[in-house]
């Protein structure tokens, strides 16, 4: 026969309800999120891991698990000054780091209720062309850039994944 405390302890222990449910826990394991202000990211952790160093406030990296491809979040709470282009400001600073800037492609993404700007363009740094792809905003909720980057000869393998990394940015306005 049990002793009453022994018998009172596992009365007491209860399943909470997010592991009771296994696709509730499995969602729960998978399914990570960064948020900074407005913004966020919500990122499959079997795919990406943040980076243990980031030390810089409102900057987050991250790395595909094979290694194959990177990432990074930049959120600002301002929008950049004078209503500058988060990114014409990123191709700038690319053009000024690169050994040449490729634009492949622009467009436009809905976020939330927030319109941001997509840019997937190359970069050439050290004898070596990344592809870069990502969704760039400045406005009334802040600033921020999610861009990621893979070598162009691994790029296509990773690229769903980069595109799904960048499908979970969400801004509130």
Same mark, same amino acid.
């Given at each position: 026969?049990a002793?009453?405390?022994v018998?009172?302890?596992?009365k007491?222990?209860?399943?909470?309800?997010?592991f009771?449910?296994?696709?509730r826990?499995?969602?729960?394991?998978?399914?990570?999120e960064? %948020?900074?202000?407005?913004?966020?990211?919500?990122?499959?952790a079997?795919?990406w891991?943040?980076?243990?160093a980031d030390?810089?406030?409102?900057v987050f990296? $991250?790395?595909?698990?094979?290694?194959q491809?990177?990432?990074?979040?930049?959120?600002?709470?301002?929008?950049l000054?004078?209503?500058?282009?988060m990114?014409?400001? %990123?191709?700038?600073?690319?053009r000024?780091?690169?050994?040449?800037?490729?634009?492949?492609?622009?467009?436009?993404k809905?976020r939330?209720?927030v319109?941001?700007?997509?840019?997937?363009y190359?970069?050439? %740094?050290?004898?070596?062309?990344? %592809?870069?792809?990502?969704? $760039?905003?400045?406005?009334?909720?802040g600033a921020?850039?999610l861009?990621?980057?893979?070598?162009?000869?691994t790029y296509?393998p990773?690229?769903?994944?980069?595109?799904?990394?960048l499908?979970?940015?969400?801004?509130?306005?």
């Amino acid at each position: 026969m049990a002793r009453p405390e022994v018998a009172r302890f596992l009365k007491s222990v209860a399943v909470r309800p997010e592991f009771a449910d296994p696709r509730r826990a499995e969602e729960g394991a998978r399914w990570r999120e960064v %948020v900074h202000g407005k913004f966020r990211v919500r990122y499959d952790a079997t795919r990406w891991y943040r980076d243990p160093a980031d030390r810089e406030p409102g900057v987050f990296n $991250f790395l595909r698990v094979d290694q194959q491809a990177a990432a990074q979040l930049n959120a600002e709470p301002e929008p950049l000054a004078g209503g500058a282009s988060m990114g014409d400001a %990123v191709l700038q600073t690319a053009r000024e780091n690169a050994e040449s800037v490729v634009v492949r492609r622009t467009g436009k993404k809905t976020r939330g209720s927030v319109v941001v700007d997509e840019i997937e363009y190359t970069a050439r %740094v050290e004898g070596v062309t990344y %592809v870069n792809h990502g969704y $760039f905003y400045s406005g009334p909720a802040g600033a921020v850039q999610l861009r990621a980057w893979s070598p162009d000869k691994t790029y296509v393998p990773v690229s769903g994944d980069i595109e799904e990394l960048l499908a979970g940015l969400s801004i509130t306005p």
